[in-house]
């Protein structure tokens, strides 16, 4: 059985000149589309099983999670339910299922993910009901990133946001490692939950699940875990309007060849969004994930 360290895939850091010419900001991209299962939630997942003695996991995901937590079940011997919504990414249901995980499609028009996982929870009272984002074991998976990003001269890093996991455990692993770089989140405006919530000065939730193109923020709040963490450490989140997260995964294939979701193209689609704040400065963009719908992929290269 392998620790976390050992399971997951280091980061991959990628200077693009044709991005840096084209933007005229000195950019590094810190991509996690190489990472088991595609994404970053690996961390979290593998950290999540690993940590427990549960035989079955029923989690919640609009994709990335769900098969980043069906293969740590694969990879520890543990049994597996996710709860996704019909519309998810079909590349991303297929994966679930292609490491043995059951996909329980729901409309979340008619059953919301929490219910769900309520009547899943009473016939199963012995699973262990894994979030996405909101449990602590999940943070501290996910600051193996920041781990890697502190050592490094960034003056910013950009970090989507969805329901807070990811940015959480990087502000905790900066914390840990006195490092300096200041943390910018990127959220899709039409899903800005966090944004209007460090406005107000309380947790924000939506109204019903935003139908961004970045189907990685698809939900309702940050989580109650994830919210004062981001309330007493982050200053700043770019609201992203959804041309400029389709425009940004375009860049991201034809300057950086690379293959992003438009969960993971946020960082950048917030760098164009407001490129004064980030003139002059070395700027690390982290991309999430790569597990695209190929019609959807087909399209926005369209």
């Not at 360290?5 to 590094?28: F, M, W, Y």
């Not at 994966?95 to 016939?123: H, M, P, W, Y």
């Not at 950009?158 to 006195?178: D, H, T």
Request: aromatic share 6%; glycine share 8%; net charge negative.
């Amino acid at each position: 059985m392998m620790n976390l360290l050992e399971a997951i895939r280091p980061t991959t850091l990628i200077r693009s000149s044709k991005l840096i010419d084209n933007l005229g900001i000195d950019i590094t991209i810190a991509t996690e589309t190489f990472q088991h299962t595609g994404s970053f939630k690996f961390r979290a997942a593998y950290n999540v099983v690993l940590n427990n003695d549960n035989d079955e996991f029923v989690g919640v995901s609009s994709g990335n999670f769900g098969q980043a937590l069906a293969y740590a079940c694969k990879l520890l011997g543990r049994k597996c339910t996710v709860i996704m919504p019909a519309n998810s990414a079909s590349v991303k249901v297929e994966a679930v299922r292609s490491f043995g995980a059951t996909a329980d499609l729901i409309d979340v028009n008619v059953v919301s993910r929490a219910e769900r996982l309520k009547q899943l929870a009473s016939e199963r009272p012995n699973a262990y009901l894994a979030s996405a984002y909101d449990d602590q074991l999940v943070i501290d998976g996910n600051s193996t990133l920041g781990d890697e990003l502190a050592g490094h001269n960034f003056d910013a890093v950009v970090v989507p946001i969805g329901g807070g996991g990811l940015i959480s455990g990087i502000i905790q692993s900066f914390e840990r490692n006195a490092c300096k770089t200041e943390i910018i989140g990127a959220e899709p405006a039409m899903a800005n939950d966090a944004a209007r919530s460090l406005t107000a000065g309380e947790l924000v939730a939506n109204e019903s699940e935003p139908q961004t193109i970045a189907d990685g923020t698809r939900t309702l709040s940050l989580g109650k875990l994830n919210w004062p963490i981001i309330q007493n450490d982050l200053r700043t989140i770019v609201e992203v309007p959804e041309n400029l997260i389709i425009e940004a995964t375009r860049h991201l294939f034809t300057l950086a060849n690379l293959k992003s979701e438009p969960t993971g193209a946020l960082s950048l689609g917030a760098l164009m969004a407001n490129p004064d704040k980030f003139g002059g400065k070395q700027v690390c963009l982290v991309v999430t994930g790569g597990n695209v719908d190929g019609k959807v992929y087909k399209n926005i290269l369209r």
